[in-house]
């Protein structure tokens, strides 16, 4: 004997493992989904009149008027990794001239 239970969708009694007798024929085809066309936006008039800021926006003035100092430093090596850069090429160099002499 098949196990039954009871749909939670009509009430109706379905065995296990298969659909619902009463929900099966009730079901609405899905429909597709609306499509939006970007071309037919529309700006509302509510926004119409907003003072936005132009092309002519400079970020590092903003950055320096909001936090109150530099917008941010160079980036860059510090100077004692190019020291350390010269002193390996040097030693480097020291190394080739010795040998080939």
Do not use: N
């Not at 926006?57 to 903003?62: A, L, T, V």
């Amino acid at each position: 004997m098949p196990e039954i239970y009871q749909c939670p969708f009509c009430g109706g009694e379905a065995a296990v493992g298969s659909p619902c007798p009463g929900c099966v024929g009730k079901q609405k085809r899905k429909r597709p989904p609306v499509r939006k066309d970007p071309k037919r936006w529309k700006q509302d008039e509510v926004h119409d009149g907003l003072d936005l800021p132009d092309d002519g926006f400079d970020y590092d003035e903003f950055v320096a008027r909001e936090f109150g100092h530099v917008p941010h430093r160079k980036l860059g090596v510090k100077w004692y990794w190019w020291a350390l850069g010269c002193a390996l090429l040097a030693i480097v160099a020291l190394m080739v001239v010795t040998r080939l002499w």
